[in-house]
């Protein structure tokens, strides 16, 4: 090939890229091509140098400091066409995630914020002064946030479920949703089954909880006093030459003090066990809730009720497409809607609550012997008239992804995949939480329960461009919205729809707690204030 | 290769040796198709349908053997498929140039390799502004326009400045490998 040519085939080829070649152009493009070896060989390496520009943005792109929190949450595209070096970085995020490192505080006192990710809530405060910025009941704090109580009582909820009561004086550090370093005062815990693991650190010991209430008091020159009320903790002290010295299991009634150099019985211990038991009369702030429930007990017809409460009465009845006759099975509480991979339902979506938060939450039971094109979504929506992203949630069937057969959370073109595969043929019961980041909106924290424990917490970027192109979604998807059940139409077309069970649906207008979706899982119904109070 | 009929998930342990091979040659499966459908969304979907059947088909593949030959293999009849299907609308081009193109990548597969890292350091020695460019507009969710609006250009511009520094790499790639075979 001459220069000319090669300056004609280049701008052929960059005319194919672009999208902008005329059917003469073409044409001339396939002549050149056919005709010549040479212009094949430089076709296929103009074509190989975009392919691998689309790898190297892409990974540039997530390595961005303008995403810091986004290392575990591959953006959509990137996920679907990755090359080596995300892919492989994906799967090792995915599955060596790593909490963000506690970070150094810059002035003694204040509350940082070093991280995007939230790991913790304030779920209800008494008399409580803070150093820095007050924060209000239901306000969500960071991972590597200093909390500093200088007088009052506050109750954090972990998102794995672990609550902590703080008295102040007191300061606590937030390391991630499943841990906190506890500098001085007095806190109590309580840690449900689900939040088995969860661990207290301090310089003179480490507790890893077993499932139990404890409490601890930790002084200000190191020393630490833990006092078991119910089940048992694992202990970490440190021995006489600053050594981690032997885990012991403290059970109930148990109590010991660790100092900097070894461990010993604590004195007044009834007395300082008396004084952490007393009943604290706190001030909550629920929040209004808003709900849609569809419980699949009775069809009438190609409809499925829907029952909302807080929302204008009706209009939430799920439609069939196709209509069946008996799309009902037995489910995990009275019936289930069964989904053969064509039959699918939709419904109206709910407004969405002023902060736009949601939980999401339902059972699932997904055949053992699913193929992997029959992962469509098991729940999707999107809302053009609120502006909500698409929002789908299936079984993950793209091993480039994460897991095969753990749960997959899709937010516009963000998404988060479990550990746990679910083709299993038994019940499961998935909650997530969907927190928009006030302060930046496009971007959401997801977070993940899986039976009740916290499977997954990540920060997505929702960022969507071009995505009715990108997806092929379905038209009227895109011009109606609304809630699929069944499918995901933003998808565009799949071979296989979803095929398993589908029982209790819920979309409630705000993030519930882990004690609330432990209720839900439980009792099948939201729990009353009356009853978050007493418990 | 029937994408739609339902086969039982890979056995955990070949699981790992799936999640390794096909994200450690998803470029290299994206390449091949993206050489015979240049457009980027469409070739997405073919490779995730060919990411699909190639997790399907897996225990048809065997262990040792050239993984990104077989996962071609499975992407060319991908391709060939959406070929009829869609007629020209993803596949640019006949069945018989479509052929010599897929053997012409497949005879140029170490090179484009080489290649592909030799861009990396063509692409540190454009100019930062250049680079920019280049790297909005292939970005997820990226493309021309979005390119032109941050770089300050207008959309002509930016097609021709795109132009001009895909050729610019074409020919920094050709020469760093020419200097890494001469040294």
């Known amino acids: ?535 | 290769m029937n994408p739609q009929s339902p086969s039982p998930a890979p056995e955990p342990d070949r699981s790992k040796e799936l999640l390794l091979l096909i994200t450690q040659h998803q470029r290299r499966i994206f390449s091949y198709i993206y050489s015979m459908v240049p457009d980027r969304h469409d070739a997405e979907d073919l490779l995730q349908e060919t990411n699909r059947i190639i997790c399907e088909k897996f225990d048809q593949f065997t262990l040792g053997t050239d993984f990104v030959a077989w996962a071609c293999q499975v992407a060319y009849w991908q391709v060939r498929a959406a070929r009829q299907k869609f007629a020209r609308a993803k596949v640019v081009f006949d069945q018989d140039l479509m052929d010599a193109v897929a053997q012409t990548v497949e005879e140029l597969r170490p090179e484009l390799d080489l290649r592909h890292e030799a861009l990396a350091r063509c692409l540190q020695k454009l100019h930062p502004r250049d680079r920019e460019l280049v790297l909005t507009r292939y970005e997820p969710g990226g493309g021309v326009e979005e390119a032109a609006k941050r770089s300050g250009r207008s959309l002509d511009a930016a097609y021709k400045a795109l132009g001009r520094l895909r050729k610019l790499l074409l020919d920094c790639v050709s020469h760093q490998l020419d200097l890494e075979s001469a040294s």
């Open chain 1, 1 to 535: 090939m001459n220069d000319p040519e090669i300056l004609e085939l280049n701008a052929l080829c960059n005319g194919l890229i672009e999208g902008s070649l005329s059917d003469e152009q073409k044409r001339r493009l396939d002549s050149l091509l056919s005709g010549s070896d040479e212009a094949r060989r430089f076709y296929v390496r103009a074509m190989a140098l975009s392919a691998s520009l689309f790898d190297y943005a892409a990974e540039m792109q997530a390595d961005a400091p303008s995403a810091p929190a986004t290392r575990a949450t591959l953006p959509f595209p990137i996920a679907r066409i990755v090359g080596p070096a995300l892919a492989l970085a994906a799967a090792v995020a995915l599955a060596l995630w790593i909490p963000p490192k506690f970070a150094p505080r810059t002035e003694p006192g204040s509350a940082e914020t070093v991280g995007e990710e939230t790991v913790a809530r304030l779920t209800a405060s008494k008399d409580c002064k803070w150093i820095g910025t007050t924060p209000l009941v239901g306000e969500w704090f960071n991972a590597g946030q200093k909390l500093q109580l200088t007088e009052g009582f506050a109750e954090i909820t972990f998102d794995c479920g672990a609550q902590v009561v703080l008295e102040g004086p007191a300061s606590l550090d937030l390391h991630s949703a499943w841990s906190a370093l506890f500098h001085h005062g007095a806190l109590t815990a309580k840690v449900p089954p689900e939040a088995i693991g969860f661990r207290i650190e301090n310089p003179a010991v480490q507790i890893v909880d077993l499932g139990t209430e404890f409490s601890m008091l930790a002084e200000k020159n190191g020393a630490a006093e833990v006092f078991v009320i119910e089940g048992s903790v694992e202990a970490s002290g440190r021995d006489a030459l600053n050594q981690p010295s032997k885990t012991i299991t403290l059970k109930e009634k148990q109590a010991r003090r660790f100092a900097l150099h070894g461990e010993g019985e604590v004195a007044d211990r009834d007395q300082k066990l008396a004084k952490l038991n007393r009943k604290v009369e706190f001030q909550r702030g629920l929040g209004k809730t808003e709900y849609t429930h569809w419980g699949f007990d009775e069809a009438s017809g190609a409809i499925a009720r829907g029952r909302s409460v807080g929302f204008a009465p009706g209009g939430f009845d799920a439609t069939f497409e196709p209509a069946l006759p008996q799309p009902l099975v037995a489910g995990r509480w009275g019936n289930a809607l069964s989904f053969d991979g064509a039959f699918s339902a939709r419904a109206a979506f709910p407004p969405k609550s002023p902060s736009g938060t949601r939980t999401a939450a339902f059972w699932c039971k997904i055949p053992a012997d699913a193929a992997l094109s029959e992962s469509d979504a098991i729940i999707s929506w999107y809302s053009a008239e609120t502006g909500e992203r698409p929002v789908s949630i299936a079984w993950n069937g793209d091993p480039t992804l994460g897991a095969l057969g753990a749960l997959k959370t899709s937010l516009g073109r963000g998404l988060k995949v479990g550990s746990t595969p679910l083709r299993d043929g038994q019940w499961h019961h998935v909650a997530v939480v969907f927190a928009p980041n006030p302060d930046a909106p496009a971007r959401t924290h997801l977070k993940t329960y899986l039976d009740g424990r916290l499977e997954a917490t990540s920060f997505v970027r929702g960022a969507v461009k071009n995505w009715k192109k990108a997806g092929g979604a379905d038209a009227r998807f895109v011009a109606e919205g609304g809630l699929w059940i069944g499918r995901n139409p933003f998808q565009g077309p799949q071979p296989n729809g979803f095929r398993g069970e589908l029982d209790e649906l819920y979309l409630i207008n705000r993030a519930l707690s882990p004690r609330e979706i432990q209720h839900l899982l439980r009792k099948n119904r939201l729990p009353s204030a009356e009853m978050l109070v007493a418990q």
